[in-house]
C-alpha cells in the first residue's frame, strides 16, 4: 500500500509535466537573454539622453529577472497544486486526510497572497466588484484613492464612498455594459472622504459564469494631474492675449484661440480655421506665410510677417514658432504664438520719423549745435561741426573741452560757468584755429540742459562762425573811412582848384607878354604842372563825387585813363611802368562810372603789390579790345603769377594768398559782383611768361557807334 501511488499523498509528476516544467524555464530563461540583449544594444545609445535617462536598459533587464523569478515561483505552485488535485481525483471516493488539506490550504493561501501581491504592485486601480455595486476585492492604489483600508472596503458598496458619479447614472448604463460586456472611457470620481476630484482612465470587463455576467473587473489609470494640466493649458490658451495657433507643414490651421481669432478680425474660430491657406498672405502669389518649406526643418524660427485681417486691412506679427514630431520622426504639425506688433511698428515708425526730423531741423540751424555733459565731455555735435571746426562727430564724441586742439579759454569757461550754475545764459567770441589750418572767429552762445527732474545735466552750446561778419564789419568800417576821406578828398579839389585856376589864367597871361626865353620855358614848365595837378584834382572830384542814380554811356579808354591818372603817384613810387593803348574806336558801353573805376582801381592794386612781391620794378600792360558784342580791356603784370590751385577760388570772398594785414580777400569778389551787376565778368589767367592777367568784359550798348 505504501509504494501504491493511488495511496501516495505525494503524487510523482509525470513526464508531460516535467516537459512542461522544463519549457517553462527555458521560456523564462530565453525572457532574461532577449531583455539582457536588448539593453547591451540599447546601452551606447541610452547613454547620451539627458536626465539620468541612461539607467532604463538596466532597469528594465531588473524587471525582465524580477518577473522571470516572479513567474518561476508561480509556476511551481501550480505545479504543487496540481499534483494534489491530481491526488484527490485519483482518490475520488476517499476521504483526503488532514494532510492533503493542511497542505492544500497552505497552497491555496500562497496563491491568494501572491495574487493579492501582485494587483497591489499595480500603478492602476484595480478592483472587482458585483452587479449590484459590493466590492468584492480591491488594491492596494484604490485604498489610497479612497483614504481607507481594505477591510473597510471590501463587502460595501462602492457608492458608500464616492459621491461621483452617481448610483443613478451607473445603473442607467448598466444594461448597456451587460449587453456589450466591455466599456472604457474618462470618469470625474468625487471621493467622499476627502472630497477630492479624480478623473480615471477606466476599462470595464464582465466577470463571466456559465457564459452569465455577475460582475465587473476593472483597471483604472489615474489621469488627475493630466488633466488638470490639459484643463490649465485649455485655460491658458483661450485667456492669452496671444495668438495661439496649430498649423500643418503647409500652412493650414488646425486650431487658433480666440486671442488670434479676435486679432485676424474674424466672428468665430470655425471662419478663421476655414480661411484658405493663402488668404491669409497679406503680400499675394507668395507661400503660405504659416507653413515652411521642408530644407527649414522645425527647429524654433522667429520673424515678422504680416497678415490679412478679414477686412483686408495689414497686422504686422511677430512668429515664433516649433514642429511636432511624430514617432518616426516626421513633422506632423507647427505650433506657435502670434504677437500683434503693427502699433509697436507704427509708433517706431513715428518715432524714426519725429528723429529724422529733429535730426534734419538741427542739421538746418546755421550754428553748429554742442552738448556737453557735466565732467565737461562733448556727448552730441551736429554735422555743421564739420564746415565750423574741420572735425567729424565721432571725432568730437567722448573727448574733453580741454583736449580739443586750439580751443580757447574764453570757451572753457564759458561752459564751466553755465554747468556750475554761474551764468544761465552766456555767450563769448573767441578765435579758432579751423582743422584746415586757417583761423577763424567763432561767437558761443551756452545754455543749461535739465533732465526730467530738473537738475542740470549738461550744456547746450551753439556756436557761429562769424569770421565773414567780422571782415564785412572791417570792410564797412574801412568803406565809412573811405567815404569820409572822399568827402574831405572832394572839399579839398573844390579848394585846390580855385587857385589852380588862376595860376593856369596868369601862366598863360605870363606867356603872351614880352619875356625871355628862359622865363618863358619856366611859365611854360608851371603852366604845364598846374593843368597836370587840376587834372588829379578833377579826377579826384570824379572819384570822390556820390554816384549818379542809375546807369549812363561810359567810355571804358576814358575810365581806365582816369584811373591810372588817380593813381599814377603810387605807380611811380614803385617804380612801375604802364604801358597803356587806348582805344578810341571803341563803343561805348552802359555803366556807373564810380563802380568801374572801382573795379579798374582794384585790378590795377593787385598788380602793383604782385609786382612788389618778387622785385622792385616792374611792367603793368593794359590793352583793350572789342569781341562780338563786348569790348574788354585786359591788365596783365609781371608778377610772381596765380598757381593753377589757387585760380578757382580767387574771386571767392574773403580769398587771400597775401600776408595778414595786407588785404581782406574781398577785392576781387567785389569786381566779380560789380561786373555780373552790369553783365560783365572778369576772368584770371596766368601769362605763359609769368605773371598774371586779368581780363574785364563789357557788353555793347545797342546801337552804340565808336567814340573816335
Not at 528594465?60 to 488535485?85: P, T
Not at 571746426?389 to 580739443?404: I, Q
Not at 570824379?542 to 605807380?571: C, D
Request: hydrophobic content about 40%.
Amino acid at each position: 500500500m505504501a509504494n501504491d501511488p493511488k495511496h501516495n499523498p505525494q503524487r510523482s509528476p509525470s513526464h508531460l509535466e516535467q516537459e512542461e516544467s522544463k519549457l517553462w524555464r527555458v521560456v523564462l530563461l530565453f525572457v532574461v537573454l532577449l531583455a539582457t540583449a536588448l539593453a547591451a544594444l540599447s546601452w551606447e545609445r541610452f547613454q547620451n539622453l539627458p536626465y539620468r535617462l541612461s539607467a532604463i536598459p538596466v532597469v528594465l533587464l531588473l524587471i525582465a529577472i524580477l518577473f522571470a523569478a516572479y513567474a518561476y515561483g508561480r509556476r511551481r505552485e501550480v505545479s504543487e497544486l496540481k499534483v494534489l488535485l491530481h491526488g484527490l481525483q485519483d482518490r475520488v471516493g476517499a476521504v483526503p486526510s488532514e494532510e492533503q488539506l493542511d497542505q492544500l490550504s497552505q497552497v491555496i493561501r500562497r496563491s491568494q497572497r501572491s495574487f493579492k501581491e501582485l494587483i497591489d504592485s499595480f500603478d492602476d486601480v484595480a478592483f472587482a466588484m458585483s452587479l449590484e455595486g459590493i466590492l468584492r476585492t480591491v488594491n492596494r492604489r484604490m485604498a489610497d484613492a479612497l483614504g481607507l483600508t481594505y477591510g473597510e472596503i471590501v463587502g460595501h458598496r462602492l457608492d458608500e464612498f464616492i459621491e461621483e458619479p452617481q448610483r443613478g447614472f451607473v445603473e442607467a448604463g448598466l444594461g448597456r455594459f451587460i449587453e456589450k460586456r466591455r466599456w472604457s472611457g474618462l470618469t470625474r470620481v468625487k471621493v467622499k472622504k476627502t472630497g477630492r476630484i479624480l478623473y480615471f482612465d477606466c476599462v470595464l470587463n464582465a466577470i463571466l459564469k456559465d457564459d452569465e455576467v455577475v460582475g465587473i473587473s476593472g483597471l483604472a489609470r489615474d489621469v488627475t494631474e493630466a488633466r488638470q494640466k490639459e484643463t490649465r493649458f485649455t485655460e491658458l490658451f483661450e485667456t492669452l492675449q496671444e495668438g495661439v495657433y496649430f498649423s500643418t507643414p503647409e500652412g493650414k490651421l488646425l486650431d487658433a484661440n480666440p486671442a488670434l481669432v479676435h486679432m485676424l478680425g474674424y466672428e468665430s474660430k470655425d471662419g478663421l480655421l476655414d480661411t484658405d491657406v493663402t488668404g491669409l498672405n497679406f503680400d499675394t502669389g507668395q507661400p503660405p506665410v504659416l507653413g515652411r518649406d521642408p530644407d527649414e526643418g522645425g527647429g524654433v524660427r522667429t520673424r515678422e510677417i504680416t497678415l490679412r485681417r478679414k477686412d483686408g486691412k495689414p497686422v504686422v506679427c511677430l512668429d515664433s514658432s516649433r514642429a511636432v514630431w511624430d514617432p518616426t520622426g516626421k513633422v506632423i504639425r507647427y505650433q506657435g504664438t502670434l504677437v500683434d506688433v503693427s502699433e509697436q511698428r507704427q509708433m517706431e515708425r513715428q518715432l524714426r520719423q519725429q528723429e529724422e526730423f529733429q535730426r534734419h531741423l538741427l542739421e538746418s540751424f546755421p550754428d553748429l549745435i554742442l552738448v556737453i555733459d557735466p565732467e565737461e565731455r562733448y556727448t552730441f555735435a551736429s554735422s555743421r561741426i564739420r564746415d565750423t571746426w574741420g572735425y567729424d562727430a565721432d571725432m568730437l564724441k567722448g573727448k574733453k573741452v580741454g583736449e580739443v586742439e586750439e580751443q580757447s579759454p574764453e570757451f572753457l569757461e564759458l561752459c564751466r560757468d553755465v554747468l556750475s550754475g554761474k551764468r544761465v545764459f552766456g555767450f563769448c567770441e573767441y578765435p579758432f584755429k579751423h582743422r584746415g589750418g586757417n583761423w577763424r572767429t567763432m561767437r558761443a552762445s551756452a545754455s543749461p540742459l535739465f533732465d526730467a527732474e530738473n537738475h542740470v545735466r549738461g550744456v547746450v552750446v551753439s556756436v557761429r562762425d562769424i569770421t565773414v561778419e567780422k571782415k564785412m564789419e572791417q570792410q564797412i568800417i574801412q568803406t565809412e573811412r573811405l567815404a569820409a576821406m572822399g568827402q574831405m578828398i572832394g572839399g579839398f579839389a573844390h579848394e585846390l582848384n580855385n587857385p589852380l585856376t588862376s595860376i593856369l589864367g596868369l601862366s598863360e597871361m605870363l606867356q603872351e607878354t614880352e619875356v625871355r626865353e628862359q622865363s618863358r620855358k619856366h611859365l611854360a614848365m608851371m603852366h604845364g604842372q598846374a593843368k597836370r595837378a587840376a587834372e588829379i584834382v578833377q579826377n579826384l572830384m570824379y572819384f570822390s563825387r556820390p554816384p549818379a542814380p542809375g546807369k549812363s554811356k561810359v567810355n571804358i579808354a576814358e575810365l581806365v585813363q582816369r584811373t591810372l591818372h588817380l593813381h599814377a603817384y603810387s605807380l611811380r613810387k614803385n617804380n612801375i611802368s604802364v604801358d597803356y593803348l587806348p582805344d578810341a574806336s571803341l563803343p561805348l558801353v552802359i555803366g556807373d562810372p564810380n563802380q568801374l573805376m572801382q573795379v579798374f582801381l582794384n585790378l590795377i592794386l593787385n598788380a602793383e603789390q604782385a609786382i612788389r612781391e618778387v622785385r622792385e620794378r616792374g611792367t603793368l600792360r593794359i590793352r583793350l579790345g572789342r569781341a562780338d558784342k563786348a569790348v574788354s580791356a585786359s591788365f596783365q603784370d609781371d608778377g610772381p603769377g596765380i598757381p593753377s590751385e589757387n585760380l578757382p577760388n580767387i574771386f571767392d570772398p574773403f580769398y587771400t594768398t597775401k600776408r595778414p594785414g595786407r588785404g581782406t580777400g574781398l577785392g576781387l569778389s567785389i569786381c566779380k559782383a560789380v561786373l555780373k551787376e552790369h553783365g560783365g565778368n572778369v576772368e584770371a589767367t596766368s601769362a605763359p611768361g609769368g605773371g598774371s592777367v586779368f581780363t574785364v568784359t563789357l557788353p555793347i550798348e545797342a546801337g552804340s557807334q565808336a567814340t573816335g
